[in-house]
């Protein structure tokens, strides 16, 4: 529809003529709108699509330093552009990545598994590092067996588009010895460092369905330094009174993890809002450290800082 009335407009038959206008006037002009309008204003006429896919416009959505984060060789910078919506590039020595939101052009960060905090991580007994061969970076983390889960991870907002809504995402598998996730939840928050009445959540990083009744599972227990299974029974907490059990997994359950295009799962931890001219170190936590009980199974790719969709 904006496409139609433009091309009217261009026309002559609402108002001016404006494919009387130079082109270097209309790329400028296109260059105060965003992405998506330039797209959608290029079919107007060829003048106009000549204009909206000019250097002097797609230069406009692209991030000051993009010549220094992207080596890439390509024919324009709109091209350019859409090589980094859809390829993110590797940056700070391969630990993070760095792209583009398609509509907005506004910055996305994903902070690899190495660039993270995560407790006992170097202690190969309870945490591993391997090549998986369908994640963006060198190595992931995979989690062996620990009962204490903490990660964390921090960004400076600088490195973010201002006056933007973000959230962060945890990007992560399952192995087949995913194990000690279903039944318990696990706390996220996101916030500024020093932030008061910054934001917590409970979560599940299992998509299986959290049902009632008594149900027999395995549980780990510690000898020394060997492991050992034994059964127990999951009673149902409201028999007791006690809180109720998860909510089941379902679409748009923010609760649960969500499955992404390039097949892993993300689940939101929170979200924040950068603002003009202001700078500071945002703060991310998955900590599970109260249940207590043996978790295994899971594969860390990264935390993922992108604009919350729907709001700016």
Known sequence: MAAAAASEVAKGRDGPDFSELPEGCIASVVSFTSPADACRLAPVSSLFKSACDSDAVWASFLPPEYCQMVPRRVSSLKELYFSLCDDPVLVDDGKMSFSLER???????????????????????????????????????????????????????????????????????????????????????????????????LVYLS????????????????????????????????????????????????????????????IELGEFLTKDGEDGEVEMSVMETKGGNWKAGLVVEGIEIRPKEGKE
Not at 153 to 175: C, D, E
Request: glycine content about 10%; some cysteine.
């Open 103 to 201: 509509h907005s052009g506004k910055k996305c960060i994903m902070l690899s598994a190495r660039a993270l905090f995560i407790s006992w991580g170097d202690t190969p007994r309870y945490w591993s590092w391997n090549p998986m061969p369908d994640s963006r970076f060198s190595e992931v983390a995979e989690l062996n067996n620990v009962c204490w889960l903490e990660i964390r991870g921090s960004i400076s907002s600088r490195m973010l588009s201002p006056g933007t809504r973000y959230a962060a995402y945890l990007v992560f598998k399952s192995t087949p010895t995913f194990f000690g996730f279903d039944f318990q939840s696990v706390e996220v928050g996101v916030g500024f460092v020093d932030e008061v009445g910054k934001r917590e959540r």
């Open 207 to 266: 998509g299986e369905n959290n049902t009632r009744g008594r149900q027999t599972m395995p549980r780990f227990r510690r000898i020394g330094f060997r492991f050992l299974s034994t059964p127990f029974e999951l009673i149902d907490d409201n028999r007791d009174g006690g809180p109720p059990p998860a909510p089941a997994s379902a679409e748009g359950n923010e609760n649960h993890p969500k499955e992404r295009r390039d097949g892993w799962s993300e």
